[in-house]
């Protein structure tokens, strides 16, 4: 099993910068990818990022490239989200993922919630105008 821990949500002014970490514990091992996920009210969650371990490779939502970096402290087993230029439509939980290596859903591809096997509580990002 593996525990995700979310932190550093918070509010801020459209055009402001925020970062995102997700402390990853437990059998971290296992983990093959990482990605970023948010869910507005009413809405579905929706992609924002991934990052693959083993490669290091990493992949945005066209909403978010450019704006947003997706990166990882391996020493650390952290996961973190960098955001600038914030826009109120940005505003969202955000949620970090992690997937299994044993898991059928590492052939999957990363883009949507039914990818990942863990999932963190969530922190809140509040863009106001």
């Known amino acids: 099993q593996v525990q995700l821990v979310e932190s550093g949500g918070g509010l801020v002014q459209t055009g402001g910068s925020l970062r995102l970490s997700c402390l990853a514990s437990?059998?971290?091992?296992?983990?093959?990818?990482m990605g970023w996920f948010r869910q507005a009210p009413g809405k579905e969650r929706d992609f924002v990022a991934r990052f693959t371990l083993s490669a290091g490779t990493t992949y945005y939502a066209d909403s978010v490239k450019g704006r947003f970096t997706i990166s990882r402290d391996n020493a650390n087993n952290t996961l973190y989200l960098q955001m600038n230029s914030l826009k109120p439509e940005d505003t969202a939980i955000y949620y970090c993922a992690a997937g299994d290596l044993s898991s059928p859903k590492r052939f999957r591809s990363g883009t949507f919630a039914g990818s990942y096997d863990y999932w963190g509580q969530g922190a809140q990002v509040t863009v106001s105008s």
């Open positions: 437990g059998r971290t091992v296992s983990i093959y990818r």
